[in-house]
């Protein structure tokens, strides 16, 4: 996995909360353990379904494979921002087992 295809965890109740408020765009996915229950975990939820972004509800051995340090049973992954040289785009899909280039705006 290379520099531009990395997805940042962001653990913890609140600043999943946070990231979800300020910049639902860079949220890929919400996981949250089993069990995980409360009122911010529901904010959470509603703040998923209405941005539309994906959660899992998980058991706790796969939510610490996914982050180990302590995350109070809620992780967000987040795309990594970021820009890729014109040039640096052209000379790695030359490499690549399908050497395709597709541009999308958001």
Known sequence: MNKHEELICVPGVKP??????QE?????????REGRKGRDVSQILDACKKAGIRYQVVPK???????????????ARLFESGFIDYTELLDQAAYA??????????
């Open 61 to 75: 051995a796969k939510l610490d494979k996914i982050h180990s340090r302590e995350n109070q049973g809620v992780v």
């Open 24 to 32: 639902p765009h860079r949220v890929d996915t919400v996981i949250i």
């Open 97 to 106: 087992p399908l050497p395709l280039i597709l541009a999308l705006d958001q």
């Open 16 to 21: 999943v909360l946070e990231c979800l408020r």
